[in-house]
């Protein structure tokens, strides 16, 4: 893969395809670890001469102007983290984009709005999706894929602009793709992988293919929920897909011929139901009273998970324990984040919930080996599929 150090950005237009999907509360960033990540490499570019013209997404407006998801907060907070102004298009690649890209002088910064009001970004016609691409490159001489979070997505600015203009890989991709590595080549043992989250279903490729490599799987969150049913225990009103239990009896057969140490919880909090200041008590994973839901793992699991981890030398942690919005069912959660700043280990976060529930909690960042930036990403590459965005970048 192409990096930063072989393309010749001096007084060229750049074209930075970065991840500034971050959460909003009305126009205000609740969580800026993105728009951050993103800093360095517009920064080694401005630094070197470019005019940097930086794209991305923001939210799911499928093809429209959306009030609400436009990127022009996402400018005003990359100004400020870049102590520049950044010049901001209200379009995409129409007159706004345009004027904006030919006023740039070298060492200067633009964002272009939301690539998601244009239809061709997501569109999975090849003709559409090209023709948005061809659009987007006609704004630079240059593409630089940066945004990791992305490149699960086979979309018009990730994995159609590279095979339009010289390209290379930013330093975020570079960072996260050297972290991912160690997690799938040569990882250091005891591994282990630490899942959670709502859903089974959104994790089932990533266990099976976890399931050749880990010596350890510590399973919590509502995900939990299936694999307790699964084992043969009622779980009330937790959060449960019926239609996954075939698919996690196979997991935990599995585990058990691989011998992998496939943990569950042993207790959670049994809330009467889902809210912030639901009544609930500690009760055992195998005795959920029927009117109950589980909303976190216990202090039991808290420990037992701890135990399991105090000796790894490889982790992954991917999902929260428990409703870590709520404050009263998020201590499961800073548990495993806690004991992850302990651990004498490669730490990997995994982006999303558990990235957010990391700053959320106020831990130090750098307690971490890495937190990524990709959720959805990191899984698909640990699941060992080809990423669109990386693939073309190496192409
Ligand atoms: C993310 O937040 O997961 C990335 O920015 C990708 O966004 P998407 O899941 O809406 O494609
Ligand atoms: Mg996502």
Not at 77 to 86: H, N, Q, T
Not at 314 to 325: D, I, R
Request: glycine share 12%; hydrophobic share 45%.
């Amino acid at each position: 893969m192409r990096t930063l150090d072989d393309l010749d950005v001096k007084g060229r237009r750049v074209l930075v395809r970065a991840d500034l999907n971050v959460p909003l509360d009305g126009e205000t960033i609740t969580d800026d670890g993105r728009i951050r990540a993103s800093v360095p490499t517009i920064k080694a570019l401005t630094g070197a001469g470019a005019k940097v013209v930086v794209c991305a997404h923001l939210g799911r407006p499928k093809g429209r102007p959306t009030p609400g998801l436009s990127l022009k907060p996402v400018a005003e907070r990359l100004a400020e983290l870049l102590g520049e102004d950044v010049a901001f298009a209200t379009d995409v690649v129409g007159d706004s984009a345009h004027g904006v890209v030919d006023a740039l002088r070298e060492g200067q910064v633009a964002l272009l709005e939301n690539l998601r009001f244009e239809p061709g970004e997501e569109s999975k016609d090849d003709a559409e999706r090209g023709a948005f691409a061809e659009k987007l490159a006609g704004l630079a001489e240059l593409y630089v894929g940066d945004g990791f979070g992305a490149v699960h997505r086979k979309h018009a600015s990730v994995y159609d602009v590279p095979r339009l203009l010289p390209h290379a890989a930013g330093g975020l991709i570079v960072a996260e793709v050297e972290v991912l590595k160690k997690l799938t080549e040569d990882t250091e043992r005891p591994y282990v992988v630490v899942l959670g989250g709502a859903k089974v279903s959104d994790k089932l490729g990533v266990i099976a293919n976890l399931l050749a490599k880990v010596d350890r799987l510590l399973i919590g969150g509502g995900m939990a929920y299936t694999f307790l049913k699964a084992q043969g225990y009622e779980v009330g009103k937790s959060l449960l897909q019926e239609d996954q239990l075939d698919q996690v009896r196979g997991f935990l057969n599995e585990a058990a011929e691989r011998g992998v140490d496939l943990v569950l919880p042993v207790d959670v909090l049994a809330a009467t139901g889902f809210a912030e200041d639901a009544p609930y008590d500690v009760v055992e994973a195998t005795a959920i009273p029927a009117d109950r839901e589980g909303l976190d793992i216990g202090p039991k699991t808290r420990e037992l998970f701890a135990a399991k981890l105090a000796d790894a030398k490889t982790v992954f942690w991917n999902g929260p324990m428990g409703v870590f919005e709520f404050d009263a069912f998020s201590g499961g959660t800073r548990a495993v984040a806690e004991t992850l700043i302990r651990a004498d280990a490669l730490t990997v976060v995994g982006g999303g919930d558990s990235a957010a529930a990391v700053r959320k909690f106020g831990l130090p960042e750098d307690g971490f080996s890495h937190i990524s930036t990709g959720g959805g990403a990191s899984l698909e590459y640990l699941e060992g599929k080809t990423l669109p965005g990386l693939a073309a970048l190496e192409d």
